[in-house]
């Protein structure tokens, strides 16, 4: 499956984005699916995950309470909510999948996308 974000853009402290990440390739359905991002100079760092029939999601601390990811299975879409955004969100958002649950780590999903920029302003 071939994974594809977009929705990345600059916005202000406070603002909400929402990013999107389309699959190729395969259904989505069969997947749990996930978002990573990095900062420039800091390891990459898990953000959200959602199980593969959605009725599970979990979360970075970091963005606990103000992140929400979703799926449509039907559009092949996975979707990252991004409100009250902080100047420490900055980073490139990278969209993951995987036929095991619960990862949390980058590089043992089998499925990476390229990442979309987003950039908060103070």
């Known amino acids: 499956v071939q994974l594809q974000a977009s929705g990345g853009g600059l916005v202000q402290a406070g603002d909400s984005l929402r990013v999107s990440c389309t699959a190729s390739g395969r259904t989505i359905a069969s997947y749990n699916m996930g978002w990573f991002r990095q900062a420039p100079g800091k390891e990459r760092e898990f953000v959200a995950g959602?199980?593969?029939?959605?009725?599970?999601?979990y979360y970075g601390d970091s963005v606990k309470g103000r992140f929400t990811i979703s799926r449509d299975n039907a559009k092949n879409t996975v979707y990252l909510q991004m409100n009250n955004l902080r100047p420490e969100d900055t980073a490139v958002y990278y969209c993951v999948a995987s036929e095991y649950p619960r990862i949390k780590t980058f590089y043992a999903y089998p499925y990476r996308g390229q990442g979309t920029q987003v950039t908060v302003s103070s």
């Open positions: 959602i199980d593969r029939n959605g009725d599970g999601t």
